[in-house]
């Protein structure tokens, strides 16, 4: 089975503090994906990654970067965290290929006060 | 671009009967895939069923099928049968073409409850 690896499933952070979020996949999937999940919004896209060190901006990248280093590794940072960033964050992962599923994490609920 | 639209926040329906989510999307391309993607309250996001455009048969997964309407860009999601693990927030996304960078986007979500 798949395996899409959120390192927090709960994160509270303070307001201006920078917040590393880590993403794992074990499927040596090319694509790897963060979006943000507010009710009512659906999942919106922050970023997208269809390679080692190559990144895209999604629908929300302000106040978001990312980084690619290693293959099955994509991490979300907020530069300086805001009120308006707590939300859930969620990570996923696919083959290139537009007929393959994302294959997604857990989910991480961010809450910053 | 792509936009995908779930006009019903919340539906609930009795165990065992059939209950349809509905979902139309917008795009401007001939290739592209749709999928339904449930998310219990477990929390982690599964796919339920895939539908490609160009294939006019609409797929099915056991209990779970779709009606894909091309020309009216619907793709509502059947579930017969429902059980009480059913019960899940539902989203529709679509993605385009085979480009290596494709991405999905979604709609904004059913709050599916199945009452026993």
């Known amino acids: 089975d798949v395996k899409v690896t959120q390192s927090s499933r709960y994160l509270v952070k303070r307001t201006g503090e920078k917040v590393f979020l880590e993403c794992v996949q074990d499927?040596?999937?090319?694509?790897m994906f963060w979006y943000r999940q507010d009710p009512g919004l659906g999942l919106r896209l922050i970023y997208f990654s269809y390679d080692v060190k190559m990144k895209e901006k999604g629908d929300i990248p302000e106040g978001y970067s990312v980084s690619r280093e290693k293959k099955e590794r994509f991490s979300l940072i907020l530069e300086s965290a805001s009120t308006n960033q707590t939300s859930m964050y969620l990570c996923?992962?696919?083959?290139?290929?537009?007929?393959?599923?994302?294959?997604f994490g857990d989910g991480t609920r961010l809450s910053i006060l | 671009a792509q936009t995908v639209t779930q006009s019903q926040p919340e539906m609930s329906v009795q165990e065992a009967e059939t209950v349809t989510l509905s979902c139309t999307y917008d795009t401007s391309e001939n290739n592209y895939y749709l999928f339904w993607y449930k998310q219990p309250p477990s929390r982690q996001m599964i796919l339920v069923i895939r539908?490609?455009?160009?294939?006019?048969q609409n797929a099915t997964e056991n209990r779970f099928s779709v009606n894909f309407q091309k020309a009216a860009k619907s793709f509502s999601l059947k579930i017969s049968d429902s059980q009480l693990g059913d019960t899940a927030m539902y989203f529709c996304a679509s993605r385009l073409g085979e480009t290596s960078g494709s991405r999905l986007t979604f709609g904004e979500g059913t709050q599916l409850t199945v009452n026993p």
């Open positions: 499927m040596d999937h090319e694509n």
């Open positions: 996923a992962s696919s083959y290139h290929r537009a007929n393959q599923p994302q294959h």
């Open positions: 539908q490609e455009a160009y294939k006019q």
